[in-house]
């Protein structure tokens, strides 16, 4: 029996390869690690923080690159540029990595798009566009050697430059799929908004910039 679940799986991914595809993902390491990535720690005067993790980030990142277009993997994609890529951690703390512990356009950016072209799912899709148009507007990260060295992902944010034009056009292209979403009269007002830069919040317990008002 075992013998033949292997000659199975064997002729299954021969068959992917002759056909140019790739046999189903297991999600399962993923969430692992996006579910890792997201943990807080610590009950000190200040309440739970997240320490951040370069070695888990890294090894997250490399999967995600791996990873197969397919049913669940829109979901997957949304969920590391949303919850590692965006997070936000809303915690008593002061200073930018309390608050913005992986924060990276462009990974961001490139998840929101690979994504958008993994699913037909209206929620996920509307989100990864509202995702995505805030990752546009984020700033650059400040100098700070011993972040740039230890944090790829701060080192990579600290070269970025902000494109407010792009993050207009998904704003629109948000307001006219999906006029009645969640986010369909926030990006109709941002859209229309002269000014699309973005303060990250670094002080304690401030509202999360990427909801809309």
């Known amino acids: 029996m075992v013998r033949r679940l292997a000659a199975c799986a064997l002729l299954w991914v021969a068959a992917c390869s002759r056909?140019?595809?790739?046999?189903?993902?297991?999600?399962?390491?993923l969430q692992d690690l996006l579910d890792r990535l997201q943990r807080t720690s610590g009950?000190?005067?200040?309440?739970?923080?997240?320490?951040?993790?370069?070695?888990l980030q890294k090894d997250l990142w490399a999967r995600l690159?791996?990873?197969?277009p397919g049913p669940g993997a829109?979901?997957?994609l949304l969920e590391a540029a949303e919850k590692v890529y965006t997070r936000y951690d809303e915690n008593?703390?002061?200073g930018i990595l309390w608050h913005w512990p992986y924060l990276c356009g462009r990974r961001a950016i490139e998840l929101c798009d690979r994504a958008l072209k993994s699913t037909t799912d209206p929620e996920i899709r509307e989100r990864?566009?509202?995702?995505?148009?805030?990752?546009?507007?984020c700033p650059p990260m400040?100098?700070?050697?011993?972040?740039?060295?230890?944090?790829?992902?701060y080192a990579e944010q600290r070269q970025w430059t902000p494109d407010f034009d792009a993050a207009r056009e998904i704003y629109r292209a948000l307001a006219a799929q999906f006029p009645e979403g969640r986010y369909g009269a926030a990006a109709d007002?941002?859209?229309?908004?002269?000014?699309?830069?973005?303060?990250?919040?670094?002080?304690?317990?401030?509202r999360d910039p990427r909801e809309p008002r």
């Open 74 to 76: 829109g979901r997957i």
């Open 19 to 29: 056909s140019g595809t790739s046999p189903p993902a297991d999600f399962s390491i």
């Open 65 to 68: 690159q791996n990873l197969p």
């Open 92 to 94: 008593y703390y002061h």
């Open 43 to 55: 009950e000190g005067v200040h309440g739970p923080y997240h320490p951040a993790n370069n070695a």
């Open 142 to 153: 400040e100098p700070w050697g011993d972040a740039e060295r230890d944090l790829e992902t």
């Open 128 to 137: 990864a566009l509202w995702i995505k148009a805030f990752a546009f507007r």
């Open 189 to 206: 007002r941002l859209a229309q908004q002269a000014d699309l830069s973005v303060v990250l919040p670094k002080g304690p317990k401030a």
